[in-house]
């Protein structure tokens, strides 16, 4: 199944509060939970201003419809072609 890295742009991300981050993480899960087992949250990277999210789906419009669903930005959405690590200089 694809992997897709999701570019969210929030302002301020970075000075979300541990509960804010919790109630975001909790309407992520519930429209996970919505949309069935075929859309997975691995994880996300919060930075200053935005969030970059890794999720497994079937499809781009399954991410999009997701974001849609839950009302978080999703203003890229890239297709994971590869991965590579330092294991992969050996």
Known sequence: MPKYVIEREIPGAGDLTPETLQEISQKSCSVLNELGPQVQW????????????????????????????????????????TMIDPTTAE
Request: net charge negative; charged share 20%; proline share 5%.
């Open 42 to 81: 691995v994880q996300s990277y919060v930075t200053d201003n935005k969030i970059y999210c890794i999720y497994i789906a079937p499809d781009e419009a399954s991410v999009r419809e997701h974001a849609e669903k839950g009302g978080f930005p999703a203003n890229s959405v890239a297709e994971v072609q």
